[in-house]
C-alpha cells in the first residue's frame, strides 16, 4: 500500500512538472512567434495606406522582418531545449534512455 501510494506521488510530481513544462513552452513560443505576425499586419496596413518607403526605410523594415522571422524563431528551438533540460523529471526519463541504449549495445 505505501509502495503505491509513493508511486502516485511521484507520478503525480511528474505529471506537475510535465505540465508546467508544456506551460513556459507555449509561453516563450508566443513570446518568440508575435513580432512576426505584427510585422505582417503592419506590412498590410502600410500597402492599403499607400505611401511611398524611401529605400532607408525599405531596408530598416526588411532587417526587422529578418530578425524577426529567422533568428527568433531559431532561438526558439535552442529555448525548448533549455526548458526541457531544467526539468528533473525529463533529465530522468533521458538517463534512463541512455542506460537503456548503451545495455542494449553491450
Not at 45 to 55: E, M, N, Q
Request: proline share 2%; hydrophobic share 45%; aromatic share 16%.
Amino acid at each position: 500500500q505505501d509502495n503505491q501510494h509513493s508511486e502516485k506521488m511521484r507520478l503525480q510530481q511528474c505529471d506537475r512538472q510535465l505540465s508546467t513544462m508544456l506551460f513556459v513552452q507555449v509561453i516563450v513560443y508566443m513570446i518568440f512567434t508575435i513580432s512576426y505576425p505584427i510585422n505582417t499586419l503592419y506590412n498590410a496596413v502600410v500597402l492599403i495606406i499607400g505611401r511611398p518607403k524611401s529605400t532607408e526605410r525599405a531596408a530598416i523594415e526588411n532587417f526587422v522582418l529578418f530578425m524577426t522571422s529567422s533568428f527568433l524563431l531559431n532561438f526558439y528551438s535552442a529555448t525548448s531545449f533549455f526548458v526541457f533540460l531544467t526539468s528533473g523529471a525529463f533529465r530522468k526519463e533521458l538517463r534512463q534512455v541512455f542506460f537503456l541504449h548503451q545495455i542494449l549495445i553491450n
